[in-house]
């Protein structure tokens, strides 16, 4: 197993501002990726975090918007920029683990509020 | 990317009673079918999964089949009881690449 160590756990925002999210995982992993939860809705994969280069983002959300960085194996960064209420959301880390197909671990979540 | 469909989106059962919870995908390259449980405030949590080259797998009171002709596959929990309440997400990936889940179903167990 991983794990996933997400932060901040929450926070209240002003519109406009941006946040950054941090994920650290306690071994090295290869695949990372971040993840959207509207109050009561679904994980809407946001972009998948690639060490080394630009991460690969999914239809609908954009690098200007939510950019992504990777320096390592064990960690990576979620900016949320220019907020809007609309961006009120949870904002999960998960990773896979490298030899093992299959199963997505997940942090905690970060719990975002934009007033 | 992959599209997944899940029903119903909420779901009552009576303690002891079975539920069912059914999902869809299509991206016919998808080969690995995870189901999450997530329970209320907490990170999701991997139940059960099954691969492409297997039709059913089970795990005490869970089970999980799949239909890979008509693309779908279903999660059933038998003998359902008060913990198994929580939404459940059904998910769809290639294997070890990104991915995609179901809008989630909402079990309630009444005791």
């Known amino acids: 197993s991983a794990v996933i160590s997400q932060k901040p756990s929450r926070d209240i925002c002003q519109r406009g501002t941006s946040l950054t999210i941090q994920c650290q995982v306690d071994?090295?992993?290869?695949?990372m990726f971040w993840y959207r939860q509207q109050p009561g809705q679904s994980l809407t994969l946001i972009a998948t975090?690639?060490?080394?280069?630009?991460?690969?983002?999914e239809s609908g959300f954009v690098i200007d918007k939510f950019p992504i960085s990777r320096p390592n194996l064990t960690f990576s960064t979620l900016t949320v920029s220019n907020m809007s209420p609309e961006d009120s959301s949870i904002y999960l880390c998960?990773?896979?683990?490298?030899?093992?197909?299959?199963?997505?671990?997940f942090g905690e979540g970060s719990r975002l509020t934009v007033l | 990317g992959e599209n997944v469909e899940q029903h119903p989106s909420t779901l009552s059962v009576q303690e002891g009673d079975s539920a069912v919870i059914k999902c869809t995908y299509s991206?016919?390259?998808?080969?690995?079918f995870p189901w999450y449980k997530q329970e209320l405030g907490k990170r999701p949590q991997l139940i059960i999964d099954?691969?492409?080259?297997?039709g059913e797998k089970k795990d005490q009171r869970i089970a999980v089949t799949l239909n890979k002709t008509a693309k779908h596959f279903s999660l059933h929990i038998t003998e359902t009881q008060p913990e198994d309440s929580a939404v459940y997400f059904c998910?769809?990936?290639?294997?070890?690449?990104?991915?995609?889940f179901g809008t989630g179903t909402s079990l309630t167990v009444i005791p």
């Open positions: 099954i691969r492409s080259n297997v």
């Open positions: 998910a769809a990936s290639k294997t070890g690449n990104q991915f995609y």
């Open positions: 975090a690639n060490q080394g280069s630009e991460a690969t983002y």
């Open positions: 991206d016919s390259a998808s080969n690995y």
């Open positions: 998960s990773v896979g683990l490298q030899g093992i197909t299959g199963e997505l671990f």
């Open positions: 071994s090295q992993v290869t695949m």
